[in-house]
């Protein structure tokens, strides 16, 4: 799913409605009425639900433009290509139609291991939009019943703001939650080579250079251009030593430390 | 009983036309301009650019005055730091008479998707250094490094210590396990050695990724925030400069970035003084000069821990750490840090020149 925040192109107009929107839903569950009322205070446990399964369906949205996931769906136009039935004339088969049989199982095995951590992320998901909306209603309290005005409707909006952002917060930093993000990256990222890898059979079979081919010339460019600068730059440092003594630095701790008298 | 007293529908229409209002502002802004002062490109190594920005008019430079190189990070584009007029630490330098010089690391591309940490220290960062004293015929400039780009001139200085005067760190991370660090604690499971093999790593990925550390504020708030008060033009012109700059992020060479995820993020080798740079150790306790080092205390990506940490490895005696209070891209973006940010880098280098 492309979102404001993924596409090439940034559109702050695009991202600003998309709050926009967003904000008018939120405010709309702030009006509605309580299901039951319970004694001064207020019973708002009836907020709670439509909260919770608004932001949940949010976090899920945004989810999948997440940065694992942007980086899948790089590679998976390609796949899911490569799985449709081959048309007699048309593109490349790149991607998993490129590769043989037991390659084409590997990429498959590695989409549903993508899918299967999604389904965990979710679980989060709804955990943490649950404990937002339950952490908003605690703290409401005499927020609450106030006139409709726009500033009253910005300080309901900080207050959520504050639970949804605390509430993610917790879970994010759970250890489970960070390796659950660090399978994802690298499923995403074993994805893309795959991906590459059915690629480098198809250039092989062209006669064309590999990416491994170019990166073995780049190394060794880069020892070419390392034993020409210890060429060059040896003789050039010999003139500059020659040429100016250093001086040690204002600052230098060693300085201070030998002024300090011995105890 | 409910959050507003009466049926929130009375509040729509006034809603919807400041929504249509700031709509049509952020159509109307979307051509603003960013970077404003003068520049000419100076050397090219890659992709990478150095850019000497030329003196302004009612400040022509101080004639002993050292030169400053500002080293960005790799993951942002440099124009943040001459974004427009009354936001431009470029330009508060060159109004103090420095001469005013800027790194710009370019687009990597797949030929450059094994450019390292070496090259990028050694090669780039340090070609800029040299070009830059044989063209001032000086010894030694003064070094600003911003962010990652902290980073880099820390290593850079630990290595050449006598072509760097005095230091200035911007928004730098040294021990990238402070408990609070939520970056960190996501990519210490990361599997480097597929990241590098996976290719260079789109501005886009690293953007969610940055977005996903506090979602709600980044994606949604910020931008609701533009309904309340009185937004102008002006305001909302300011605002989308600061969005394009979010979203213009660089392709990552997979090599670079995988080994600083590695080093730095999982094993925190520049704390522990086990970092190699081309084979040479890069002990912080060699940084003798003078450092300035200024951090945000509200930060989400770099924690102030994370930065004030830097003294404790230093071996300069004349360390000066400053946490400012904003958020990280307030450091380079917010009003009161455009005026206190520069007058500090300003004051600090005037009393070491």
Not at chain 2, 25 to 42: F, H, I, P
Not at chain 2, 106 to 121: H, K
């Amino acid at each position: 799913m492309e979102t404001p925040f993924t596409s090439g192109a940034f559109r702050p107009d695009a991202a600003f409605a998309n709050a926009a929107e967003r904000f008018f839903e939120l405010l709309k569950s702030f009006g509605m009425p309580s299901a039951g009322v319970a004694g001064a205070g207020g019973d708002w446990s009836s907020l709670a639900g439509p909260l919770a399964g608004q932001f949940e369906q949010w976090l899920k949205t945004s989810q999948s433009a997440g940065p694992w996931f942007a980086a899948a769906d790089a590679a998976s136009p390609g796949f899911a290509r490569g799985f449709a039935a081959a048309p007699s004339f048309g593109p490349l088969p790149l991607g998993a139609g490129a590769a043989p049989q037991q390659d084409a199982q590997r990429t498959w095995d590695l989409v549903a291991r993508l899918a299967q951590l999604q389904g965990q992320l979710s679980a989060h998901w709804s955990e943490i939009a649950s404990r937002a909306a339950r952490r908003f209603i605690t703290r409401l309290g005499t927020a609450a019943g106030g006139a409709p005005t726009l500033d009253n409707a910005m300080k309901l909006y900080e207050l959520w703001v504050n639970c949804a952002e605390e509430s993610y917060a917790a879970t994010v930093r759970k250890d489970d939650f960070s390796h659950l993000q660090a399978e994802l990256a690298n499923t995403s990222a074993a994805l893309l080579v795959e991906q590459r890898r059915h690629a480098e059979t198809l250039v092989r079979a062209f006669g064309l250079p590999t990416r491994n081919e170019v990166d073995a010339l780049y190394a060794q460019l880069k020892d070419l251009r390392r034993q020409l600068a210890e060429l060059t730059d040896a003789p050039r440092a010999k003139a500059a030593r020659a040429k100016r003594p250093a001086a040690r630095p204002a600052g230098d701790k060693r300085r201070a430390r030998r002024r300090k008298p011995r105890a | 009983m409910r959050p507003f007293a009466t049926d929130a529908e009375a509040l729509f229409p006034e809603l919807t036309l400041r929504i249509a209002n700031t709509l049509a502002r952020l159509r109307e802004a979307q051509g603003v301009t960013v970077g404003c002062s003068a520049k000419r490109a100076v050397w090219r190594c890659g992709k990478t650019t150095l850019y000497q920005y030329l003196p302004l008019a009612e400040a022509p430079p101080r004639v002993r005055a050292r030169p400053v190189l500002i080293c960005f990070a790799l993951v942002n584009r440099p124009y943040v730091l001459d974004l427009q007029p009354d936001r431009s630490l470029v330009r508060r330098l060159l109004g103090a008479g420095l001469s005013v010089y800027l790194i710009d690391w370019g687009d990597p591309d797949d030929a450059d998707r094994c450019v390292d940490l070496e090259d990028y220290i050694e090669r780039h960062l340090g070609g800029c250094v040299r070009n830059i004293l044989d063209s001032h015929a000086g010894a030694a400039l003064d070094l600003l490094g911003v962010c990652q780009g902290g980073v880099l001139s820390l290593c850079y200085t630990a290595l050449h210590p006598k072509q760097v005067a005095n230091l200035v760190t911007l928004t730098t991370p040294v021990d990238f396990h402070t408990p609070d660090n939520l970056l960190s604690r996501w990519v210490r499971g990361l599997d480097t050695e597929l990241l590098m093999r996976s290719g260079n790593v789109p501005g886009e990925v690293l953007n969610a990724l940055f977005l996903s550390l506090m979602p709600f504020r980044l994606t949604q708030h910020k931008y609701v925030r533009l309904l309340a008060g009185n937004c102008d033009q002006r305001a909302v012109e300011d605002f989308v400069r600061m969005e394009r700059w979010i979203f213009d992020s660089p392709p990552q060479a997979a090599v670079a970035l995988a080994q600083f995820v590695r080093w730095f993020y999982q094993e925190n080798r520049l704390a522990r003084g086990t970092l190699r740079i081309g084979g040479r150790r890069v002990d912080l306790g060699e940084i003798r000069q003078p450092v300035l080092n200024l951090y945000a205390l509200g930060d989400h990506i770099v924690p102030p821990d994370a930065s004030a940490a830097m003294q404790r490895y230093l071996g300069s005696a004349d360390y000066t750490g400053c946490g400012i209070d904003t958020g990280h891209i307030g450091m380079y973006v917010s009003r009161k840090a455009a005026h206190e940010i520069p007058a500090r880098i300003i004051s600090w280098l005037g009393q070491r020149q």
